[in-house]
Every structure is written in structure tokens, then in C-alpha cells.
T-cell receptor, first 111, second 115 residues
Framework: DAKTTQPPSMDCAEGRAANLPCNHSTISGNEYVYWYRQIHSQGPQYIIHGLKNNETNEMASLIITEDRKSSTLILPHATLRDTAVYYCIVSHTGANSKLTFGKGITLSVRP | GAVVSQHPSRVICKSGTSVKIECRSLDFQATTMFWYRQFPKQSLMLMATSNEGSKATYEQGVEKDKFLINHASLTLSTLTVTSAHPEDSSFYIC???????????FGSGTRLTVV
């Protein structure tokens, strides 16, 4: 699976949008971009995934560049409960596909 | 939504004993489940892929005789840490994919402390 690169940390003010970047320059044509987050001492939580089109759900929006070499996860109105480690993962879809976690980005939402 | 239940959430055991961790898919069937380990301030490391009705597939460097995996039904996978030592103390997490095209669901994790 392709590797991803994320900055180690970022912060944002509560109520503002949090834009989390991810580089995946070696992504292959049939690999998806997944985003998960892990709040301290809990299992990861699925957020969103996409192939090439932008995606939006009740949690976040995913913007994938046209060349698919990078993406941005957008939390439109960050709250204190969004403080977590966010992982950008590139993987094939399917129940047997393994997820390889990088170091992720630590998002700190400040009051 | 799909739920993966993991039990126990915390366990403390003495060095040399064995500990079993259960991972259940509550409202879907999972022919494949994944086991991860996470040390403090580190990311999740995939240990093995659990396959229903067949042998697990272990990642490089993971001792299969130490971390026994059994996936006897479509809703249950177990990880047994045998002859546990303090260095096995970690956060163990399982996951499964309830939908062919969706994201994975993770258990809440098991904090193992070996004393």
C-alpha cells in the first residue's frame, strides 16, 4: 500500500474549520484514501473515505486533489471533542485489505 | 451502525501467565478480523490477520506461538498472549470491515499490563 505523509501536529480554535492535510504521492489507481481518528485510549474511529471525488458526511469532508497525490480532511466546526490523532491511510477497499497506520497528525482544538 | 465489541477492556496478569482477549462483531459477520498492538505514544502496528476457519496470517516479526489467534466463528476472534512478560504490556485492538466498500470498525481496545 502507498505511504502517506502528515504533519505531526496542528491546532485550531473551537468553532473554526480544521483542515488536515495528507500527502500520498505514490497512491495507485485503485487505492482509496481513508481517514480515521483515535481519541486517547480508545480504538480508532472511521471518519470518511474516497477514491477521487470529494466526499462529505455528517462528520467531515474529504477533498482529494485531481492528481490524487494529496488530500485534505475538513472538520467544518471543530469542537473540543475533536481533539485526537487523525490518521490518513491509503488502501484498497474490501474486507481483507489491511490498514497500515502511520504516525498521524495530532489535532488540538483550543477553547 | 456496525459494532465490534472487545473484551476485557483492561487486564492485569502476572508474568508467565496467559491472557485471552475476545473480539466480537455484534451485528455483522466477519470472515476476516485484524489485530493491532499500540505502545504508548506510538501508532497502531498490525500484528496479524485472523481468518475464519483457517490459520491466521502474522506480520513479520510477530511470534505466532506467543500470540495465538483463533477465529472459530464468523463473529468471534480471540487473541491469546501466552507466557506474558512485562514487555507484552500494550494496548491491543481488533477491527473488522462490515461492508465491502466501507470503512473498518474497531473495538475499544484492551489495555494489558503484565506485572
Amino acid at each position: 500500500d502507498a505511504k502517506t505523509t502528515q504533519p505531526p501536529s496542528m491546532d485550531c480554535a473551537e468553532g473554526r474549520a480544521a483542515n488536515l492535510p495528507c500527502n500520498h504521492s505514490t497512491i495507485s489507481g485503485n487505492e482509496y484514501v481513508y481517514w480515521y481518528r483515535q481519541i486517547h485510549s480508545q480504538g480508532p474511529q472511521y471518519i470518511i473515505h474516497g477514491l477521487k471525488n470529494n466526499e462529505t458526511n455528517e462528520m467531515a469532508s474529504l477533498i482529494i486533489t485531481e492528481d490524487r497525490k494529496s488530500s485534505t480532511l475538513i472538520l467544518p466546526h471543530a469542537t473540543l471533542r475533536d481533539t485526537a490523532v487523525y490518521y490518513c491511510i491509503v488502501s484498497h477497499t474490501g474486507a481483507n485489505s489491511k490498514l497500515t497506520f502511520g504516525k498521524g497528525i495530532t489535532l488540538s482544538v483550543r477553547p | 451502525g456496525a459494532v465490534v465489541s472487545q473484551h476485557p477492556s483492561r487486564v492485569i496478569c502476572k508474568s508467565g501467565t496467559s491472557v485471552k482477549i475476545e473480539c466480537r462483531s455484534l451485528d455483522f459477520q466477519a470472515t476476516t478480523m485484524f489485530w493491532y498492538r499500540q505502545f504508548p505514544k506510538q501508532s497502531l502496528m498490525l500484528m496479524a490477520t485472523s481468518n475464519e476457519g483457517s490459520k491466521a496470517t502474522y506480520e513479520q516479526g510477530v511470534e505466532k506461538d506467543k500470540f495465538l489467534i483463533n477465529h472459530a466463528s464468523l463473529t468471534l476472534s480471540t487473541l491469546t498472549v501466552t507466557s506474558a512478560h512485562p514487555e507484552d504490556s500494550s494496548f491491543y485492538i481488533c477491527s473488522a470491515n462490515p461492508r465491502e466498500m466501507g470503512g473498518y470498525t474497531f473495538g475499544s481496545g484492551t489495555r494489558l499490563t503484565v506485572v
